[in-house]
Nanobody, 118 residues
Framework: QVQLVESGGGLVQPGGSLRLSCAAS????????MGWYRQAPGKQRELVAT???????NYADSVKGRFTISRDNAKNTVYLQMNSLKPEDTAVYYC????????????WGQGTQVTVSS
């Protein structure tokens, strides 16, 4: 069994910053890609950023230059540094990981709310 636990969400004013963390635990042999997705009210879940085990990154156009994804492979943890936040960044942010456990599977965290408002 593998669990992903997110932290770091909250309420921030426009232009502010937040840092999300997501730690994977359980029977883990290795983790391939990790990523962050978000879902705003009334909208579909969308990709925010992904990072491979080797450190290659990919970002949604809407967050390029403002968000940075990183990971600590020794801690099985992925981070999302969010700067210059905008009201349209308001959403529930979900962590995702492609994990080699007893079987290879895709895992999701429970989500953390990010609200950007004055």
């Amino acid at each position: 069994q593998v669990q992903l636990v997110e932290s770091g969400g909250g309420l921030v004013q426009p232009g502010g910053s937040l840092r999300l963390s997501c730690a994977a635990s359980g029977i883990i042999f290795s983790i391939n890609a990790m990523g962050w997705y978000r879902q705003a009210p009334g909208k579909q879940r969308e990709l925010v950023a992904t990072i491979t085990s080797g450190g290659s990154t990919n970002y949604a156009d809407s967050v390029k230059g403002r968000f940075t994804i990183s990971r600590d492979n020794a801690k099985n943890t992925v981070y999302l540094q969010m700067n210059s936040l905008k009201p349209e960044d308001t959403a529930v942010y979900y962590c995702n990981a492609d994990v080699y456990s007893i079987n290879r599977a895709d895992y999701w965290g429970q989500g953390t709310q990010v609200t950007v408002s004055s």
